[in-house]
């Protein structure tokens, strides 16, 4: 009873470190947990995702696996896991993590969505669509998906149902800030210079510290003219001047 009572302790504890940004404290009492009770597959997740944050990759990838060889219906760990493989480029173990979470969840949208995000990336855009369709099909307010969908669309040049999907995720999450920024993109090859604006404007207003948002602003200005803003804002962002042919970097 003793220890269970510390463990709950120590456990809310490194839950409030970790929060706190205070990773060193937050490692050490999740590491203590787990030699006291090393069949806890929730601190193997929280574990993971403190070393996803500090991007220690292949260590956080070590603990997901543990939480699900424990748990293998633990979906949130198979989620956490398949992006981590997607963003280092190891997309074949993504798309096996994500379709893992179909299989355990069917109707888990995310799962969906994610599935398409790898896709997507392989340029297998068929599929891609199809998953988004299907994660805003059991979860029609899903502004990601939406989203996401919008993005494969104007890739394919298909630039009013992209429209249609931006304007459908602001509809069903007005905060949702990276819509804004290919809603912007796209009002901007199409010459929509002032709606452009006010996407970039809403974007940066949401989400400050989105240096995309400030290069697509930046070089917005920069056609409409305000140099001087345009290029302060193009610093804060990337530090690329783009042109429709080629770009060139502010050093």
Do not use: W
Not at 70 to 82: E, F, T
Not at 108 to 122: E, P, Q, R, T
Not at 205 to 224: A, D, T, W
């Amino acid at each position: 009873m003793k220890k269970n009572i510390s463990i709950e302790k120590d456990f809310a504890l490194a839950v409030d470190n970790h929060k706190k940004k205070n990773f060193q404290i937050a490692e050490k009492l999740y590491k203590k947990i787990l030699k006291l009770n090393p069949n806890s597959a929730g601190v193997y997740y929280n574990l993971g995702i403190l070393y996803n944050e500090l991007e220690e990759y292949h260590k956080a990838i070590d603990c997901y696996e543990k939480a699900i060889k424990i748990d293998p219906s633990y979906i949130l760990a198979h989620i956490n896991l398949g992006l981590i493989f997607k963003e280092l480029g190891e997309f074949q173990k993504a798309i096996n993590c994500f379709q893992k979470t179909v299989d355990i969840e069917p109707d888990y949208a995310d799962s969906h969505n994610n599935l398409g995000l790898v896709y997507k990336k392989l340029g297998e855009y068929k599929k891609a669509i199809n998953c988004y369709e299907k994660a805003i099909q059991i979860n029609p307010s899903n502004a990601s998906a939406y989203t996401n969908l919008g993005i494969v669309h104007k890739e394919l040049g298909e630039y009013k149902k992209a429209i249609n999907c931006y304007k459908k995720a602001i509809q069903m999450n007005p905060n949702y800030s990276n819509v804004y920024y290919n809603y912007g993109n796209i009002l901007q090859e199409l010459k929509e210079m002032q709606k452009a604006k006010t996407c970039y404007e809403k974007l940066l207003n949401l989400e400050p510290n989105y240096k995309k948002g400030y290069s697509g602003y930046g070089n917005l200005l920069l056609k409409l003219s305000q140099h001087y803003k345009g290029l302060s804002y193009i610093k804060k962002g990337d530090g690329v001047i783009r042109f429709t042919q080629n770009s060139v970097k502010i050093i």
